[in-house]
C-alpha cells in the first residue's frame, strides 16, 4: 500500500512538472506559466486630489440661475495651518468674495483635512465669464476662469443637429458605402472639420475648441452645449445570507454593426450573461437592452448585486477623461446643467455621451457589483473607473486603448465564461469557481493579452483590458455574501500609492517630475518599480519623465510584490 502511494504520489509530482505548474496554480486550476497576467489589475486614480496653493473648481462652466453655485478649493501647508493664514476667494476684481472653510460645511468634504473650500453662488444676471483666485495669507494663487451660459432652450438643443449636418457635409467625400470612413482617410476627415469649428469660433458660434489625441474634436457651442465629433472607422469600439444578483447587459449601438464578421459576434454578451445566470441558482438576466432603449439614464439604476455587461463606443480627452456613448438623442434626455457643467455631451450621429461626472452625480450605491465596460478607452486614464470605485463598485474592467470589435465582445463573453465555470484538478475534481482576475487571464489565454491591433497611420494600438478594483471578486462569494468574512481570496487593504498627478504633458526633449504622494503601510519607495508602456515616446528615471517622441503612453509605478501599483498618463507634444 506504501508502494502504492509512493507511486501515485510521484506520478503527481511528474504531471505537475510535465504541465509547466507550481502545485499551487495546479491545485487552483491555473497555469502560472500560460494565464498569470501580472499587470492586469490597476489602482484607481485620486480623482478629487487637491494641490497645494492652487485653486480648483468641480467645473469650469454654469448656468446662470444654478443655486448649487461653484465650489472653490485649496490646500494649505502645515506652515499656513500653524500660522492660521486667512484663506479668502477673490474676483477679477481682486476683491473677496466669500472665506474657505475647512470644518465640513460651505461645501468642505472633510474637516480638518488641510484642504479649505467653499461653495459660492455669485451674482451673475447675462453671459459672461469671470476670472477667481484664493488667497492663503500673503499668498495668491493663480487665477481661473468660469464661464457662465444662459439656460438651454428648445432651439440651442436644435442647433447640434445643425452642427452635426455641417460635419456630415465636410467629411462626406470620404465616407465609404456604409457610411465609415477608411482609415487611410480619417486624418482629412478630421481636418475638415477642425477647419469647420474654427470657423465657427471666429463666427460667434463656438466658444473653444480643441482636437485631441484621440481624433475627437471637442467643441463648447456658444449655447453652453459641449459636442464631440469622432470619426467613424468600423471594426473599433470608437455575503452566508444569499443575495440575489442580476445580470444586466447593455449594447447602445448593437444594430449599427454590419460588418459580416462582426454581426456573429453581437450576441456575445448575452451569451455570458446567460451561462452565470445557468450555473448560480441565485443570479438571473433580467436587463437585456439594445440599440435606443440605453439611454445614460440607465446609469442611474446602477446599484447593488449587479453584472453589467456593457459593449459600445467609448472616446477620452484629456480634460472629459474617459466619457461613453450612448445611443440616444440630445432632445430626450438631461437638464440645463447636465450638458453645461459636461456631465452630458452633445455628440456626432446625434447620440449623448456622459462622463465621470455624470456618474458622480446619479449613478447609486453599487456595493457588491461588477463592471464590465466594453468600450474604447474606457480605461484609458482611470478616472472613470475611480468614479465607479467611488460608488463602492466591487470591480471594472475596462480598456487602455481603442480596441477591435470582435476581440472586445469576445473577452466579455470568455470573462463571464470562466467566472461560471468550475475550476478542475486532474480534469474531474472540481476545485471551485474562479475569482475575477483568474476569469480574465483565462479568456487573455484563449483570445489574447491584448487585442494585437496596429494602425497602419498611427501605429499600435494593441488594446489591453484591465480590473480596478477588488480582482479577487467571485460570483459565488458575491452570492452567499462572504466577501467581508475573510475568505482566503480577500486581499488585506493596507492602504495604498497615490501620485501626485495623474497626467502630465511635455515636450519632446523636455521633462517633468511626478512624485509618490503616499504609500501603504509597511511599504518604502525602494519597494516599486517604475516603468514606461512605449519608451519610444517617453523615457523615465526615478520618476523623471522625458518626452521622446510625440504620442502617449502611460507610467506604471509597481510595488515588486505586485499587490499595489498607480498610474499616470502621459503625452508628449
Not at 480623482?47 to 469650469?60: M, R
Not at 462572504?482 to 511635455?506: F, R
Amino acid at each position: 500500500m506504501k508502494t502504492q502511494l509512493f507511486t501515485v504520489g510521484l506520478s503527481l509530482m511528474t504531471l505537475l512538472s510535465l504541465t509547466g505548474c507550481n502545485a499551487e496554480s495546479f491545485f487552483n486550476g491555473t497555469s502560472s506559466s500560460s494565464a498569470n497576467y501580472s499587470d492586469q489589475v490597476k489602482e484607481a486614480v485620486p480623482i478629487n486630489a487637491v494641490e497645494e496653493h492652487s485653486i480648483k473648481t468641480d467645473t469650469p462652466y454654469k448656468t446662470i440661475g444654478d443655486e448649487d453655485g461653484v465650489l472653490f478649493e485649496t490646500a494649505l501647508n502645515e506652515g499656513d495651518i500653524a500660522g492660521n493664514a486667512e484663506v479668502g476667494l477673490y474676483d477679477d476684481t481682486h476683491t473677496k468674495v466669500s472665506d474657505l472653510y475647512d470644518d465640513g460645511s460651505h461645501g468642505d468634504r472633510v474637516a480638518g483635512d488641510g484642504i479649505y473650500a467653499c461653495r459660492y453662488v455669485p451674482d451673475v444676471s447675462e453671459e459672461t465669464q469671470k476670472q477667481y483666485s484664493i488667497k492663503i495669507g500673503d499668498y495668491e494663487t493663480e487665477q481661473t476662469s468660469v464661464r457662465f451660459f444662459d439656460p438651454l432652450t428648445e432651439e440651442d438643443f436644435k442647433t447640434v443637429d445643425a452642427v452635426q449636418s455641417r460635419c456630415d457635409e465636410v467629411t462626406g467625400q470620404f465616407k465609404d458605402a456604409a457610411g465609415n470612413i477608411p482609415e487611410d482617410k480619417r486624418d482629412d476627415a478630421l481636418e475638415e472639420v477642425r477647419k469647420l469649428v474654427d470657423q465657427m469660433q471666429l463666427n460667434g458660434e463656438v466658444v473653444e475648441y480643441r482636437v485631441n489625441q484621440h481624433q475627437n474634436v471637442v467643441a463648447k457651442l456658444s449655447s453652453g452645449i459641449t459636442y464631440f465629433y469622432s470619426v467613424p472607422v468600423e471594426g473599433l469600439d470608437s455575503g452566508s445570507a444569499v443575495n440575489d444578483i442580476s445580470i444586466a447587459t447593455y449594447q447602445p449601438f448593437k444594430s449599427t454593426y454590419t460588418h459580416p464578421d462582426v454581426v456573429p459576434c453581437l450576441g456575445y454578451p448575452d451569451d455570458g450573461a446567460n451561462y452565470l445566470a445557468n450555473e448560480f441558482s441565485n443570479v438571473t438576466f433580467d436587463v437585456n437592452w439594445d440599440d435606443r432603449t440605453v439611454s445614460p439614464e440607465v446609469v442611474k439604476n446602477f446599484g447593488p448585486n449587479q453584472v453589467i455587461l456593457w459593449h459600445g463606443h467609448g472616446e477620452f480627452d484629456r480634460l472629459l477623461h474617459s466619457f461613453i456613448k450612448t445611443y440616444y438623442s440630445i432632445s430626450q434626455v438631461g437638464t440645463n446643467q447636465d450638458y453645461v457643467e459636461e456631465r452630458l455631451l452633445a455628440g456626432s450621429d446625434g447620440c449623448v455621451g456622459f462622463t465621470y461626472k455624470y456618474v458622480q452625480a446619479y449613478c447609486g450605491d453599487m456595493t457588491n457589483t461588477f463592471l464590465y465596460l466594453g468600450t474604447c478607452l474606457s480605461g484609458h486614464d482611470g478616472w472613470l473607473a475611480s468614479t465607479f470605485l467611488e460608488k463602492n463598485c466591487n470591480a471594472v474592467i475596462v480598456n487602455d486603448q481603442s480596441i477591435l470589435t470582435i476581440y472586445n465582445l469576445s473577452m466579455i463573453r470568455s470573462t463571464a465564461k470562466y467566472l461560471a465555470e468550475e475550476k478542475t484538478f486532474l480534469w474531474f475534481f472540481k476545485t471551485g469557481h474562479r475569482t475575477l482576475s483568474e476569469a480574465l487571464a483565462a479568456a487573455k489565454k484563449d483570445h489574447g493579452s491584448n487585442d494585437n491591433y496596429e494602425n497602419p497611420s498611427k501605429g499600435k494600438y494593441k488594446a489591453t483590458p484591465y480590473i480596478y478594483g477588488n480582482s479577487s471578486y467571485m460570483i459565488e462569494e458575491a452570492v452567499e455574501d462572504e466577501l467581508e468574512s475573510g475568505s482566503e481570496n480577500q486581499i488585506e487593504v493596507t492602504g495604498s500609492i497615490s501620485l501626485d498627478t495623474v497626467y502630465v504633458k511635455v515636450g519632446v526633449g523636455e521633462s517633468v517630475t511626478v512624485n509618490i504622494s503616499s504609500l501603504p503601510s509597511g511599504y518604502t519607495a525602494s519597494n516599486f518599480t517604475w516603468s514606461i508602456e512605449d519608451t519610444s515616446i517617453a523615457t523615465n528615471s526615478g520618476g523623471t519623465i522625458t518626452g521622446v517622441a510625440a504620442g502617449s503612453t502611460i507610467l506604471k509605478v509597481e510595488s515588486t510584490d505586485h499587490r499595489f501599483s498607480q498610474f499616470c498618463g502621459i503625452t508628449v507634444s
